[in-house]
């Protein structure tokens, strides 16, 4: 055994060995845990109730009250029964349902009905929360549970008898209580910031917590100190994580303010590190890029977002500790993933996806990474964080990174990176005509002895692209390459149509609005395949891939080109016609 896989090893059985004693002590019934030895009352009433910064859909509030509960891509029907009395369709339907993130559409309908609806199903969920208990009790489904009813508590509990109002206050504390102890096994990432952060609101809104809020609040500044990196990227490297934290932290912030107390000075600093990360991942039509399980970008959050943005400022070009560099010139934007993976505790959703890039064109995106479906992830999970399934070179058609592969292992704390890129060097520069970028990585140097160099330069008026692939033998390696097959993959977003020519090294992209581009690779055959956009809204959607391949032994050095060859053309003028216009 190498000194490498040994260390892998070691490092690998410490993680296990630690999320497995957070796993035992948060079964211990009554255990101080990280946040002290706090009593959890019965609250006698609630101080304030939350914000909802997500937008509810009116129209949803007629399907449930038919009993038609459609979520994560299942639809179940009640028939009689209540919904937590089903058998799930899957785990993503269970943890949205006992999420109840869905109040907010009975709550937008505002209708005496459907106030009596969302008073019945949490009196369902109350006396029994049915057949997937144990999923209701995952903290970080808890977590989302406890801020929904915190923050529709208004409409529930408006013309609620007596006897209701103290079951949900019952509800609440033991609610809370469970979290408290059960935080401390909640997965790295986003679920670890979310419990902290239910735990705030629950000292914040209900009544006689004051030791609750002083001890919750002191870990949510441990847990915002620790994962929001300095240039307001998170561990997980998920841009998705952005959007939902920034919809919770902002009620957050305003919940302090209601309470006349001063938000902690940890929570106003990871707000604004965090706001201009937004602007960072946005390619010109408002979507994020796709990297590290995002999938797609929910517009009218984003925008509500972005409306607290008191700087509204052009966005940073180099996130260096979130591992990322975005290249942008007249309209014409690119985003690269030039990091390393996150800390293994943290890379349970992470993607093999090092020097992978996205790129777009005003409104229209050209390059793209599968990015990850919000329906049936199970299926796609394996696929979607696999280097194929990113434009980047794949060499041997193996990913850049490795995963835990222990299924059994897996379902106990997830299937984070285990080994893959440790150095990737990064070098920006700048030209009176265009913008420069080159950065390598070490990810197949254990397996092949190869390390992968990518450069780009896009010209200052957007309109050309070149590229450059170059393959390099590692430190320690044989000098000459091996005879290992490798390919470049550009998956292509669905909107644009590819057009062949005769030669077979260029092939024509046309976008919406009459935009073309034309993507070459100099003495290199351009082949198309068939690729699958994950990150559609309405679920996954066939699109095409351009693909470049070869040997290394052959070709150590690969030149690629996408260029402007027809602007967008405007839209006619209201009677207008095309020769109208010409004249």
Not at 222 to 227: M, S, T
Not at 306 to 329: C, E, I, K, T, W
Request: aromatic share 8%; hydrophobic share 45%.
């Amino acid at each position: 055994m190498t000194r490498g896989a040994l260390a892998e090893r070691m490092r690998l059985a410490a993680f296990v060995a630690g999320q497995g004693w957070r796993m035992f002590l948060a079964r211990l019934p009554g255990l101080p845990l990280s946040i002290g030895r706090v009593s959890i009352p019965v609250p006698e009433r609630l101080l304030i109730a939350p914000q909802d910064l997500r937008t509810g859909d009116a129209t949803r509030a007629s399907e449930i009250y038919a009993g038609r509960f459609a979520f994560a891509g299942k639809i179940a029907l009640l028939d009689g029964r209540t919904p937590f009395e089903l058998e799930p369709p899957s785990h993503e339907w269970a943890q949205t349902l006992h999420g109840f993130g869905w109040l907010r559409h009975l709550r937008a309908a505002s209708t005496t009905i459907a106030r009596a609806n969302a008073r019945a199903i949490v009196g369902d969920w109350i006396r029994n929360p049915g057949e997937a208990r144990a999923i209701a009790a995952e903290p970080e489904v808890t977590a989302r549970r406890i801020i929904s009813w915190l923050t529709q508590a208004p409409f529930i509990l408006q013309d609620a008898d007596h006897e209701f109002y103290r079951r949900f206050m019952r509800s609440l504390a033991r609610q809370v209580r469970h979290l408290r102890r059960s935080a401390i096994a909640a997965p790295d990432g986003y679920p670890r910031l979310i419990s902290a952060i239910a735990l705030v609101f629950a000292g914040l809104c209900m009544s006689d917590q004051s030791r609750l809020l002083k001890v919750s609040q002191r870990r949510l500044e441990e847990e915002l100190d620790r994962q929001i990196l300095p240039d307001g990227g998170i561990i997980t490297r998920n841009p998705e994580s952005l959007i939902a934290l920034l919809l919770d932290l902002l009620p957050l912030r305003h919940a302090f303010a209601a309470r006349n107390q001063p938000a902690p000075q940890a929570l106003m600093n990871a707000i604004d590190r965090m706001m201009p990360m937004l602007r960072f991942f946005r390619h010109g039509d408002g979507a994020f890029a796709h990297f590290h399980g995002m999938g797609h970008t929910a517009a009218d959050q984003l925008a509500t977002i972005l409306a607290y943005d008191d700087a509204r400022g052009a966005p940073v070009a180099n996130a260096p500790h979130s591992g990322f560099q975005r290249l942008d010139a007249k309209g014409s934007v690119l985003i690269a993933d030039t990091g390393i993976a996150p800390p293994l505790a943290a890379g349970w959703e992470a993607h093999a996806s090092c020097l992978a890039f996205e790129f777009s064109s005003g409104r229209n995106r050209i390059f793209v990474n599968c990015g990850m479906t919000a329906m049936n992830r199970e299926t796609w999970w394996q696929v979607a964080r696999a280097t194929a399934a990113h434009c980047t070179a794949v060499i041997g058609d193996t990913s850049s990174a490795r995963f835990l592969q222990w299924k059994w292992l897996g379902r106990l704390v997830g299937f984070p990176i285990v080994s893959g890129p440790t150095t990737v060097p990064v070098q920006r520069g700048k030209r009176e005509d265009a913008l420069m970028l080159r950065a390598s990585h070490d990810g197949y140097a254990a397996s092949f002895g190869v390390v992968h160099q990518r450069s780009f330069r896009l010209a200052s008026e957007g309109a050309r692209l070149d590229g450059e692939d170059l393959f390099k033998p590692a430190e320690g390696a044989p000098a000459t390459l091996p005879a290992t097959a490798f390919a470049i993959r550009f998956h292509l977003h669905p909107s644009v149509t590819v057009e062949r020519l005769d030669d077979p090294s260029t092939v024509l992209l046309a976008l919406p609005g009459g935009e073309a581009w034309a993507f070459l690779a100099p003495n290199q055959s351009v082949l198309l395949e068939e690729s699958i956009y994950l990150a559609a809204p309405d679920g996954p959607r066939r699109t095409v891939q351009l693909v470049i391949s070869g040997s290394l032994a052959e070709t150590g050095r690969v030149l690629w080109t996408l260029v402007r060859t027809r602007e967008r053309q405007p839209p006619l003028p209201v009677g207008g016609s095309s020769s109208a216009r010409t004249r």
